[in-house]
């Protein structure tokens, strides 16, 4: 019996499309940059949309979010987030033995780092009175979704990768992570603490360091590990359908 072997798919070259998100991300960063200083469109779209908010958020069938919307706002302040990816490098480092989990999170810092020198170039006035945190210093891009994007997102990536490896546990990380960060929009938003521009910066800026994170931030797979999982691959695929039962009755007679 002549054996015929059905060609197998080579997979695509996928190094530079780790690539293309982050720098789509920073695109966009760049974009909303310039329309803030040079007073463009967004600007006015910013007025639209806090507007809107607003004139929702003072009616008296919604005055009940009025609590609710300072207290997710809150979300972001720098001790709840910073403390809780503190306290979770802590936990992780101790029960995977390593110090990466800690250079991951000086990573974070650093990235965190580049926002208020941003705030006080930029100096955008905000959109109300109250004025939240370190946004007195400026308010593009938001601090506050900035810490929580960075601290929460961070925090969850730890997890996932050195203690719930899990692909169950892994997703509700990222859920709560995301949770949190969506919680903290709602919050800055409906309490007129930012501009929609200032939080789109912020979840650009950061969003681009979460995705490099997830693609260098792990582990190296063993390259022996790799070899035999790709090898196991191609068998199953040159295995045709005529050959599986063919198999299973030479198992059966064995």
Not at 40 to 62: E, K, N, P
Not at 163 to 178: E, K, N, S
Request: proline share 6%.
């Amino acid at each position: 019996m002549i054996e015929t072997r059905q060609p197998v798919a080579r997979r695509p070259d996928r190094r530079w499309s780790w690539w293309t998100a982050p720098i789509v991300l920073l695109a966009v960063f760049g974009l909303l940059l310039w329309q803030v200083v040079a007073n463009g469109v967004v600007t006015r779209i910013d007025v639209h949309v806090r507007d809107g908010i607003q004139s929702t958020a003072a009616s008296a069938d919604w005055h009940w979010l009025y609590r609710f919307g300072r207290g997710c706002a809150d979300l972001g302040n720098q001790p709840p987030a910073i403390l809780t990816l503190l306290v979770v490098t802590a936990f992780v480092a101790w029960r995977a033995r390593s110090w990466r989990p800690v250079l991951i999170t000086v990573g974070a810092g650093l990235v965190l780092a580049t926002v208020i020198p941003l705030k006080i170039w930029v100096a955008r006035p905000g959109p109300g009175e109250a004025v939240l945190g370190d946004a007195i210093l400026g308010f593009f891009p938001s601090g506050h979704t900035a810490d929580a994007m960075c601290c929460y997102g961070t925090a969850a990536f730890l997890l996932a990768t050195f203690v719930w490896t899990g692909v169950v546990a892994r997703r509700w990380l990222a859920a709560v992570a995301a949770a949190l960060v969506a919680f903290t929009i709602f919050g800055l938003l409906w309490s007129n603490f930012h501009w929609l521009s200032d939080v789109l910066g912020s979840l650009c800026w950061c969003g681009a360091w979460l995705i490099m994170l997830y693609r260098y931030g792990r582990p190296a797979v063993p390259r022996a590990t790799e070899a035999r999982a790709s090898a196991a691959g191609a068998a199953a695929a040159r295995l045709s359908p005529e050959d599986e039962p063919q198999a299973s009755t030479d198992q059966a007679k064995t």
